[in-house]
């Protein structure tokens, strides 16, 4: 091998080594020295629940992702238009969802069971709906929408999975942010 030789394979190998580091490099001082050109927005629709909540004690998810909705006692006739609403949006999300909906189960939230003629009333309007009874979940679901941003509080939970509730979202937003959101987490999630 001749020094001209030497010389090209040396400058191949730094090219090559410069092509690794140089953007790990760039990358190491945006992130230190210029924080304020890293992007801080997201594009999850609804309210993220940060820390996310472990629900997997209480909740059996079945592998699936689900939309829980909380529905408290004394529901007037505000609330019970609202969660009607919301009911039927998530139906409608859920065939929307075309052949990824058995990825997604639905389930309504109280602290006391339903009287059997209004449990029947429910199952008959909504098959797939779970009825949940379990006042600790409602009591943490409730907790978490106080927490938030919108004056009515949220009205639909996303938990995934693994059972851990990631997402929120109020009345007005359980329409196509809501389906776009669920769209997307199933494109690139391998569970569920």
């Known amino acids: 091998m001749t020094d001209k030789d030497l010389t090209q394979s040396r400058r191949k190998l730094l090219l090559v080594a410069a092509t690794a580091f140089v953007p790990m490099m760039i990358a190491y001082g945006l992130f230190f020295f210029a924080p304020d050109m890293i992007p801080k927005t997201t594009t999850n629709r609804g309210e993220l629940v940060q820390?996310?909540?472990?629900?997997?004690?209480?909740?059996?998810?079945?592998?699936?992702?689900?939309?829980?909705?909380?529905?408290?006692?004394?529901?007037?006739?505000?609330?019970?238009?609202?969660?009607?609403?919301?009911?039927?949006?998530?139906?409608?999300?859920?065939?929307?969802?075309?052949?990824?909906?058995?990825?997604?189960?639905?389930?309504?939230?109280?602290?006391?069971?339903?009287?059997?003629?209004?449990?029947?009333?429910?199952?008959?309007?909504?098959?797939?709906?779970k009825l949940i009874v379990d006042a600790a979940l409602l009591t943490e679901l409730t907790a978490v929408s106080s927490l938030g941003q919108e004056p009515a509080g949220y009205h639909v939970f996303l938990i995934d999975p693994m059972g851990q509730l990631i997402l929120a979202y109020p009345a007005a937003k359980v329409d196509k942010p809501l389906l776009l959101d669920l769209k997307h987490l199933m494109k690139v999630s391998n569970i569920g």
């Open 51 to 129: 820390p996310s909540i472990d629900v997997s004690d209480r909740l059996a998810t079945e592998g699936r992702w689900q939309l829980l909705m909380p529905m408290t006692e004394p529901c007037l006739k505000g609330c019970a238009e609202i969660l009607q609403s919301v009911l039927h949006q998530t139906r409608q999300i859920n065939i929307a969802l075309g052949k990824n909906a058995d990825r997604l189960g639905r389930g309504l939230v109280r602290a006391t069971p339903f009287a059997p003629e209004d449990g029947e009333a429910m199952m008959a309007d909504y098959p797939n709906l």
